[in-house]
C-alpha cells in the first residue's frame, strides 16, 4: 500500500492513495489553516470508521441479514499532551434492516472488532477502544 501527501500552501495539504483518489486534509487557522479540510488525525478517526463499517455491512450480508443501512458514529479522546495520541476511542454502530437478528449484528460488530478491522485492532494497541450497537428498523432512518 502507498499514499502520498503535498503540501499545497499554509497548513493545506493534498494527500493521494495508491487506488488514485484524493482528499485535501488543513490544519486550524491558530496554525496556518484555512480549514480547507479534515485535520489528518480526523483522518485516522474516519479510516477506522470506515474499515469497521465495512467489515461489519459484509459480514451480515455473509450472514444473509436483510440490512439496508449502516452508520458508525465514532469519538476519541486524545492526551493532554504532546504527542496527543488517541486515549479512548468509542465506536457505535446503528444498523438498520427489517427483521436484523441482534445476535448476529452482535457477532459482526465483535468479528470486525477482535478479528478483521485492522485499524481498530491498531489503535487498540495504543487505546482503550470500545464498540456497540443498536439495531434499528429500516423507516427509523
Known amino acids: 500500500m502507498k499514499a502520498r501527501v503535498k503540501w499545497v500552501e499554509a497548513a ?5 492513495s495508491g487506488s488514485g483518489h484524493a482528499v485535501v486534509m488543513d490544519g486550524p487557522e491558530e496554525f496556518g489553516g484555512r480549514n480547507l479540510g479534515v485535520r489528518p488525525m480526523e ?11 465495512f467489515d461489519v455491512v459484509h459480514i451480515l450480508k455473509k450472514l444473509r441479514q436483510p ?13 493532554e499532551t504532546e504527542p496527543k495520541v488517541f486515549t479512548k476511542m468509542h465506536v ?3 444498523v438498520y434492516g ?3 437478528t441482534e445476535d448476529k ?21 495504543v487505546a482503550e477502544v470500545t464498540h456497540d450497537f443498536e439495531v434499528r428498523p429500516t423507516n427509523a432512518g
Open 98 to 100: 427489517d427483521g436484523l
Open 12 to 16: 493545506t495539504f493534498i494527500g493521494e
Open 67 to 79: 440490512i439496508q443501512d449502516c452508520v458508525v458514529e465514532l469519538s476519541a479522546e486524545r492526551a
Open 105 to 125: 449484528v452482535a457477532r459482526a460488530v465483535n468479528l470486525s472488532a477482535e478479528k478483521y478491522c485492522s485499524a481498530s485492532i491498531m489503535f487498540s494497541q
Open 92 to 94: 457505535h454502530f446503528i
Open 43 to 53: 483522518m485516522l478517526l474516519l479510516g477506522m470508521g470506515g474499515c469497521t463499517a
